[in-house]
């Protein structure tokens, strides 16, 4: 694939994306894709025959994005907590920088049993490495009685329910405290994941 080829073809995945973020993954039209793209329908089908195709690229690339820093932070033998802290950041960072995400796999992957099986049949293979590394690294605290016992499934549940949940809210939050400004919505953030690190570590403390 030559150059053009792959300015196409990254070009179709992000109005691909953005139309499924804006309608849903239901309401999504190829049709629609193809004029955000600025392509034609042929040459939309040329390279994803289907809507299906599309979204498991689009969901392919957005998970490689997040375990692949998640896959080097055990690479640096850090401290417990910080490799915590690391982690935590790492889910957070990724959600920020597409905050309508959550609510995009909320009601179009959970409610979606096709769908959910497509991420499922992806992300279970990819992400057990990282989460058996996780597990070890809990056990091993545990049994220094460094932290309390907790399991894989409570910790990992622990970080996605609370990272995630500040964004789902994020809406509400801005016709609340009536700001749209970005400076003031980043500080929101910045702080927010200051404080779920430190809710997390102290959970985990004795």
Same mark, same amino acid.
Do not use: C, W
């Given at each position: 694939?030559?150059?053009? =080829? ?6 179709? &995945? %992000?109005?691909?994306?953005? =139309?499924?973020?804006?309608?849903? *993954? ?12 600025? @392509? ?5 089908? *040329? *390279?994803?025959?289907?809507? %299906? ?5 689009? /969901? ?12 080097? !932070? ?5 401290? /417990? ?10 889910? /957070?960072?990724? @959600?920020?920088?597409?905050? $309508? ?8 992957? &959970? ?5 959910? =099986? &497509? @991420? #499922?049949?992806?992300? @279970?293979?990819?992400?057990?490495? #990282? ?5 070890? &690294?809990?056990?091993? %605290? ?19 329910? !609370? ?9 509400? !939050?801005?016709? !609340? ?14 702080? $927010? ?14």
């Amino acid at each position: 694939m030559n150059k053009n =080829e792959l300015n196409t073809e990254q070009i179709i &995945l %992000e109005a691909a994306e953005t =139309e499924f973020l804006e309608k849903g *993954y239901g309401n999504a039209k190829m049709v629609a894709i193809a004029k955000r793209a600025n @392509v034609s329908h042929s040459m939309l089908h *040329y *390279y994803f025959r289907t809507k %299906e195709k599309l979204f498991q690229m689009i /969901f392919r690339k957005k998970m490689q994005n997040l375990l692949q820093p998640l896959g080097v !932070i055990f690479d640096k033998n850090l401290p /417990f907590e910080q490799t915590i802290r690391q982690i935590i950041e790492t889910q /957070f960072n990724f @959600v920020a920088k597409q905050p $309508r995400l959550p609510l995009f796999i909320f009601n179009e992957i &959970l409610s979606n049993k096709t769908n959910r =099986e &497509l @991420v #499922f049949e992806f992300l @279970v293979p990819h992400f057990t490495i #990282f989460l058996n590394k996780v597990e070890n &690294l809990l056990n091993a %605290e545990i049994e220094k009685g460094n932290i309390r016992p907790i399991s894989l499934k409570d910790f990992i549940m622990n970080i996605i329910s !609370i990272n995630i949940s500040i964004f789902i809210a994020m809406p509400i !939050i801005q016709d !609340i405290f009536q700001t749209n400004d970005r400076k003031t919505i980043e500080k929101i953030l910045k702080e $927010r994941r200051e404080s779920n690190i430190q809710f997390i570590l102290n959970a985990l403390r004795p």
